[in-house]
């Protein structure tokens, strides 16, 4: 009898322990099958954000390309609608939105421009405008306005994005001039120091933590936080009024710096103080300026000789950030346009914040 009682404890016992295996494994199934279905709809909640991202592309090539024909606008500057700011809309009924805005990437220094050759002496007249345009509208400022007798380094973009840091830099303990080198020397192909302040790889290669020049045009701005001297207070003074672009030129159009940014202005020009060009952009006409209204606004100054063809009243390079989310899925684009008449193709894609 004793015995018959253990057996069916041991019994009993068995099919607790094989009921419990079961119930683990059956949920185990169950939340794996709700994640693989989570997945899945991400995944296509993703894919449909992929698309009204590319959508936004379709979007705002063809509104810009519209503006332009029918206003038969002579000049892109910041008071025309493409400036305002971002749109959003609703999508998939209200379960997604779609929202977008439009930056001119000759309203920035382009840090690539560093390594920009200086503008030849005799392209400054309405010949070379024609040529230095490259059929693209931008309008190079004329021999008048360049004061051929300034001085400086020798490296025109190593002067000017010196001039610009310092306009922000708080810390006097840093040189300017360093901080330009070192860069000028990271995206040159060459493995020569410009002076004293240079940085080659032999610089980069001896830390903690070795590492290369990159000998390359920079695909981002925040690259500069790996160049020497550089450090994130820095970047952080500067960050707005630096970006990239997959080329060395390196205009600014007047027509499109924030009176804010007055410095990116100012930084190309000789003979004039820093709250006259913020003045002038403040008081930007509707039609935005030429290179004969801006001068008179300013009332004094004139193009420095490191800024010889950097400034200019119209743009060819413009960049679209697009952010789309359906429900779960996330998807952001900053596209590369670039104007040509009326007619805008993006050049450049970058997927990700």
């Not at 001085?151 to 001039?177: C, N, T």
């Amino acid at each position: 009898m004793v015995s018959f009682q253990r057996n069916q404890g041991v019994a009993l016992i068995t099919v607790l322990v094989i009921f419990s295996v079961l119930s683990i494994m059956a949920i185990q199934i169950l939340n794996s099958q709700q994640m693989q279905v989570q997945r899945t709809a991400n995944i296509i909640n993703g894919s449909r954000a992929y698309q009204y991202m590319y959508g936004a592309e379709v979007f705002a090539t063809s509104q810009l390309k519209k503006f332009f024909e029918e206003s038969k606008a002579e000049r892109v500057h910041r008071l025309q609608p493409w400036s305002e700011s971002g749109l959003a809309f609703e999508i998939e009924q209200g379960l997604g939105q779609l929202q977008g805005s439009i930056k001119d990437m000759h309203s920035c220094f382009n840090i690539n421009s560093i390594i920009m050759e200086q503008q030849a002496a005799g392209d400054g007249g309405e010949e070379g405008r024609e040529i230095g345009s490259g059929g693209n509208g931008l309008q190079p400022v004329s021999e008048g306005r360049v004061n051929d007798g300034s001085e400086g380094s020798g490296m025109p973009g190593v002067d000017i994005f010196a001039k610009l840091i310092e306009s922000r830099l708080e810390d006097s303990s840093v040189s300017p001039q360093a901080l330009a080198v070192a860069t000028k020397d990271w995206i040159d192909e060459d493995q020569e120091p410009t002076g004293i302040d240079g940085a080659e790889d032999y610089t980069y290669t001896g830390m903690k933590i070795p590492y290369r020049t990159a000998d390359s045009f920079m695909a981002h701005s925040s690259e500069l936080l790996v160049i020497k001297g550089f450090t994130p207070e820095i970047y952080d003074q500067i960050k707005d009024l630096v970006c990239v672009l997959p080329t060395k030129e390196g205009t600014i159009n007047v027509n499109t710096v924030e009176p804010e940014n007055a410095e990116l202005v100012w930084m190309l020009l000789q003979d004039v103080d820093l709250g006259q060009v913020r003045q002038a952009l403040e008081n930007l006409p509707d039609e935005g300026y030429d290179e004969a209204g801006f001068f008179e606004a300013l009332g004094s100054g004139k193009v420095s000789k490191q800024g010889k063809g950097r400034l200019v009243f119209d743009s060819k390079y413009m960049l679209l950030t697009a952010e789309a989310s359906v429900n779960t899925g996330k998807a952001v684009v900053s596209s590369l346009m670039l104007k040509q008449d009326s007619e805008f193709n993006v050049i450049a894609r970058h997927i990700g914040e």
